[in-house]
């Protein structure tokens, strides 16, 4: 079928056709999509004996008070009913959004698909819901991050 090191290339050479601006982590199993105030990570991973899995995620809120999960679950499950494309989970502190698709069934078209549906939701949602729910969208972590290494 599709081994993930084939996977990774497939998208990365879909990004780069449809002109898509991304980084890559140093094994080349994990690219970096910025759209808006979010970045989507997609990673690929074994899948079963002969295929891959292509994640997508994007982080929505990081940081977030681990007591008002409940509350943050709720939110999530309303997200979930609204939305098509992308589960909203939450993993800790942090609320993402991902979706996930068979490498060795995947098209361009789906992959560009999935990537603009997640990073859409997330880019619309991440101010609205840190309103609501507290914590700190992805660019603001990203921007902290990046001016601690500036010091």
Not at 119 to 132: C, M, N, T
Request: charged fraction near 25%; include cysteine; charge should be negative.
């Amino acid at each position: 079928m599709m081994q993930p090191d084939q996977a990774a290339d497939f998208v990365g050479g879909v990004f780069t056709r449809n002109e898509v601006p991304f980084g890559t982590s140093d094994n080349g199993r994990q690219h970096r999509v910025l759209i808006g105030s979010s970045a989507i990570f997609v990673s690929v991973s074994p899948w079963g004996d002969d295929d891959s899995l292509v994640n997508l995620v994007a982080v929505v809120l990081e940081q977030l008070d681990e007591a008002t999960a409940p509350k943050i679950l709720a939110r999530a499950n309303q997200l979930n009913c609204e939305n098509y494309f992308g589960k909203y989970c939450l993993y800790g502190a942090a609320l993402k959004v991902e979706h996930d698709l068979l490498a060795s069934r995947l098209h361009a078209d789906e992959l560009m698909n999935a990537l603009n549906a997640i990073g859409r939701q997330s880019d619309e949602h991440d101010e609205e819901l840190q309103k609501e729910l507290g914590g700190k969208t992805w660019a603001q972590v990203d921007q902290e991050e990046n001016e601690a290494l500036d010091t």
